[in-house]
């Protein structure tokens, strides 16, 4: 059974008496040992996807299908079970958590927080805890003692993760962890994060617009465009030989260095994501398509298994229907 | 002219056309969002009426009517058909009294606040904008102001200046600026933090054109909001000031009619209507203005409303 | 393109340094600490380094935002002046391109009134409307008149960076710094905007400094790297010796935790760039250096010297220099 399970989810928001939908109908699952990457751009729906997972949408939000965590229905749980579930179970790292702390509390205070509210355990215990889930991720166990405005960037996200990780979850999501950090300082991160779901047996969820940092640090990505998951497949394929255009196109934006093809051939995309309550008809990627046909605009193409990957172009379900 | 056409057809508009048309669209776009406030229109309508009667005075009440010696009601004499507010203690209409009261009280009030306004926006824009030392010595002289109890002040500089009409509204204005001065500057150092700034400065901007065209826009709502809840604080000051008799003594203000009423002993007469007239008329001034205030602050600044 | 011997450049840094007075008892901080950098004309330069090496610094003291503490920056090969008129006569030649569109336009000021901005500034009023349009069909917004009256939050992020592109281009100048141009924009349209700074450059002769921490983006765009660390290039050379070649430890690592960099085993240095107020002897990397911390600078006898001795910058092949004493030692 997997971890985690997004089975045919939709989420709309409801604003000034306009439906915008923000996620349609998508369906995933992350196993317990698992790095599932989702890719896309802002508005894209990934964050609001993921949010659903420890109940956190907005509460204007109508979501439909079901988001199981160990094969219970996250939406419909009462809120006393939602509330031991977050943290315990699942746990998020935010974008920009470096902000999220508390600036006159001590780092390790804050971490003891989680553990005292939901294990119930002892001040001299979650002490000991506390140097435990630093030194899980890399830093000394001092740091409890000072404040937050003594740690760099990175240093700050790492905290973020051990408080994360206090509860001993299944499952964490990573939302941007990187994002905002220096190329050495991210390395550093999902060194952290790869350790973890390695040693811990977690499964991972990261977001990330970045698809190169994805392919590195996740065993699948699935794309997201619209809304809608455009692509999804074992990372190296999807990142090596994106099939959807628009995987091809995220791929391309952050090119190998040393690659002859990107040099001084910056590749990207006309035109700009489309506003999720006024998407074209068809597929909604067709007006930025480099390779749109007639038969694009008339309908949306379904999500389509081929092989191990699931793809949304018709373009690749002929060939895929021809070879 | 919709916003839809404007965005189509610019190409006949020269750059002048453009930025008095838009400045129209957002005029039109503020008046819709006031109309839609049930709060704001009851304090524009309340407002007009005093505005309205004050304007007005002249056809109504001729200045002779203010005459001591033309007086010839009894004095103290409670509300009635013809004196519908009472008279005074020397027989004169306090409806009179109180009608041309309004100009003095409504000029004083408008005018002392915008001189506050001006002050407190120069000093807080550029106690904001120049760091070091001007900005020090602003961000004291403003701290100075601010700690200096305000009514003795006022009384000291009324009574250097004398009494006028024109002194009143310095006295208001230059005692009433150091708060607007703290909020404009808590503004613009926020503004400052902005890359605008730096990309106007890399373009070569002096301190006059970061000032005015970047800074002052972005702080403008701010002052107006304020302005409005300032009146208010102007016409209570205009009040207490001439209460405690530092009013302009040709003039009738509401406030000089309280101070006269009390000095006539209209508490020990029970004469109610000489101080409860111009006293309710202060209160709904000042909520009007309170309420327009309130309803201007909520559209220039959304984030307000909700509070 | 590469700097052309007989012309001066467009833009130089000569033994630059920028010191910031520390506060509340911190000592100074050399932000910038002797940095010599010549910009071609229509050249394009990419330069790296992590948050804190200076770098930002750098290339505000380049546009003349920030004072040198000693040091030049010569424009055409001519000293810049800090009197009010030589700066501002500066400022219509030489221009900046933030980060963050969306902080970099006021958002009561309306797409022709920030483009317009910078003619204003200058006085210049004849032709108003005909330049606007030419800068924003430039930067990539056509019809310009469509975009005249829209407010910044109308636009989309890579719009607002074109307008952004535009308000520099309106004053025709001959260098743009762009600060991070690309990195708070969507991954799609990043390419977009990356290949609209390439056609400035081929179009206009455009010479371009390109501040940031990608190196993908180097790769994408710029002739040559300068790679930045703790206020001194420590490498800079042709981009494809540079990034295929690297001689310099710093840039090796730098180059093997970028994600697409599969093929390098991953040299993840510990710690974060030391601080700038107290500078280590010897090579300012030597703390960090993989090479230092494996021995082998100690094999090679040179750890002596990286820890203590000062280090020059020494030449590679022609266009390339390093600040490592094994870019000698390899004897390339």
Redesign the interface.
């Known amino acids: 059974m997997a971890l985690l399970e997004f089975d045919d989810v939709s989420i709309t928001y409801h604003s000034r008496g306009v439906d915008v939908p923000a996620v349609r109908g998508v369906t995933l699952s992350v196993a317990a040992g698992e790095t599932l990457g989702i890719a896309g ?2 508005g894209c729906g990934k964050s609001t996807l993921t949010s659903t997972v420890l109940r956190m949408q907005p509460k204007s939000a109508t979501v439909t299908g079901e988001v199981r965590l160990n094969g219970r229905n996250v939406l419909t749980l009462p809120w006393g079970q939602v509330r031991a579930l977050r943290w315990a179970e699942a746990s998020m790292v935010f974008q920009g958590a470096m902000h999220a702390l508390n600036p006159v509390q001590r780092v390790g205070d804050q971490l003891a927080e989680p553990l005292v509210l939901h294990n119930r355990v002892s001040a001299s215990k979650a002490a000991v805890r506390v140097s435990e889930l630093l030194e899980m991720v890399g830093l000394p166990a001092r740091s409890a003692r000072v404040y937050p405005h003594q740690l ?1 960037g ?2 700050k996200q790492r905290v973020m993760i051990a408080m994360a990780l206090a509860c001993e979850p299944q499952l964490i999501v990573a939302d941007e962890p990187t994002t905002a950090l ?7 991160v ?2 952290v994060l790869q350790g973890l779901v390695r040693e811990l047996g977690v499964g991972l969820v990261f977001i990330s ?5 994805l ?2 640090t996740c065993d699948r990505i699935a794309v997201m465009y619209a809304g809608r998951v455009v692509e999804e497949g074992p990372a190296a394929d999807v990142f090596d030989h994106p099939q959807h255009p ?1 995987a091809t ?2 791929a ?8 002859t093809r ?9 035109g ?2 489309p506003f999720p309550g006024d998407l074209p008809v068809g597929c909604p990627f067709h007006p ?1 398509c480099p390779g749109a046909m007639d038969e694009c605009r008339m309908a949306e193409p379904p999500l389509l298994q081929i092989g191990d990957r699931r793809s949304a172009c018709l373009r690749v379900h002929s060939t895929g229907e021809r070879s | 002219m919709s ?1 839809s056409e ?3 057809n ?2 006949r508009l ?2 002048r056309g ?2 008095r ?2 400045r129209r669209a957002a005029l039109h776009k503020f008046t819709r969002s006031f109309r839609h406030s049930p709060s704001g229109m009851v304090g524009l309508c309340l407002l007009g009426v005093f505005v309205v009667v004050a304007v007005a005075a002249p056809l109504v009440f001729p200045r002779s009517a203010l005459d001591v010696t033309q007086a010839i009601a009894n004095p103290f004499q409670p509300p009635s058909w013809d004196y519908p507010l009472g008279t005074d203690d020397s027989g004169r209409s306090v409806l009179a009294l109180v009608v041309w009261g309004a100009r003095i009280s409504l000029l004083v009030g408008l005018a002392a606040t915008v001189l506050s306004m001006v002050i407190g926006t120069t000093v807080g824009i550029s106690s904001g904008h120049f760091r070091g030392w001007t900005g020090g010595a602003l961000d004291r002289v403003t701290d100075w102001f601010l700690v200096i109890p305000y009514l003795p002040l006022a009384i000291v500089l009324a009574t250097v200046l004398g009494r006028s009409m024109l002194n009143i509204i310095i006295v208001i204005g230059v005692t009433s600026w150091p708060g607007t001065a703290r909020l404009i500057r808590a503004q613009t150092l926020s503004v400052e933090g ?3 700034l ?9 301190h006059y ?1 970061q000032m005015t ?2 800074v002052l ?2 702080v403008t709502p701010l002052v107006l909001a304020n302005t409005t809840l300032a009146v208010s604080i102007s016409i209570l000051s205009e009040t207490t000031l001439s209460f405690l008799g530092l009013g302009d003594p040709d003039n009738v203000s509401w406030g000089s009619i309280l101070e006269q009423g009390f000095q006539a002993g209209a508490i020990s007469q029970g004469a109610w209507w000489y101080l409860g007239a111009p006293g309710v008329c202060v209160v709904l001034v000042v909520l009007a203005f309170n309420l327009i205030g309130r309803a201007v602050e909520g559209i220039l600044d959304p984030r307000a409303a909700g509070r | 393109m590469s700097l052309d011997e007989r012309r001066p450049a467009a833009l130089e840094a000569r033994g630059l340094e920028v010191a910031f007075r520390g506060r509340g008892g911190g000592g100074t901080a050399w932000a910038v600490d002797g940095v010599d950098l010549a910009l071609g004309h229509g050249e394009i330069v990419a330069l790296v380094g ?2 804190g090496c200076g770098k930002t610094t750098l290339a505000r003291a380049l ?1 003349g ?1 920030q004072r040198p503490a000693s040091g030049q920056v010569l424009v055409d090969g001519a000293p810049l002046g800090y009197r009010g008129k030589e ?2 006569a500066y ?2 030649r030489a ?2 391109v ?3 569109p969306t ?8 797409v ?2 920030a483009v ?3 003619l ?3 006085g210049i009023v004849q032709d ?2 005909a330049r ?1 349009a030419e800068a924003l069909s430039l930067a990539g917004l056509r019809p310009p ?2 975009f ?3 407010y910044p939050h109308e636009l ?4 607002r960076q074109r307008v ?1 592109i535009a ?1 520099a281009l309106v ?1 025709k100048p001959d260098v743009i710094v762009a600060d991070e141009p690309v990195s708070s924009l ?10 609209l700074l ?1 056609r400035l450059r081929d179009e206009l002769g455009l010479s371009l400094l390109v501040v940031t ?4 983006l ?4 710029a002739d040559r790297v300068a790679v930045m660390y703790l206020g001194r290039i420590v490498e800079q050379g042709p ?2 010796e540079l ?2 070649h690297p001689r310099h430890p710093y840039t090796r ?3 093997s ?6 093929r390098l085993e ?1 040299v ?3 710690g ?1 760039p030391p601080d700038p107020t107290n500078i280590p002897t010897g090579c300012r990397f030597h703390p960090r250096c993989p090479v230092v911390a494996s021995g082998e600078a100690a094999r090679l006898g040179i750890e002596e010297r990286c820890r203590t001795g000062e280090l020059e910058i020494l030449t590679v092949s022609p266009q390339h220099t390093s600040a490592c004493h094994l870019a000698i030692n390899e004897g390339m």
């Open positions: 751009e802002s760099s990175g240093q220096d190329v050495m300082v991210q390395a550093q999902l060194d617009h970045d698809l190169s940092v392919s590195t628009y196109a995220l391309g934006a952050f090119p190998r260095v040393g690659d990107y040099r001084y051939a910056p590749s990207g995309l006309p700009d994501p930025r | 916003t404007i965005h189509d610019p190409a020269s750059p453009i930025v048309m838009r902005r890359p605008y730096e990309r106007a400065k890399a373009l070569g901007a002096g054109h065209r970047h826009p972005n | 992590e948050s546009l935002l700066l501002k400022r219509r221009q900046l933030l980060q963050d902080g970099a336009l006021n958002p009561r000021h309306t022709y009134e317009a901005e910078g204003r500034v200058h108003e409307e606007v008149e469509r005249y009256l829209r989309s992020g890579g719009q952004v308000g004053l969507d991954a799609s349209v990043r390419g977009e905007i990356l290949a390439l921490h990608d190196l993908g180097a790769w994408n765009i981009t494809e990034l295929t690592a730098l180059l935790v970028v994600p697409e960099m599969q991953p993840v240095l510990a974060e």
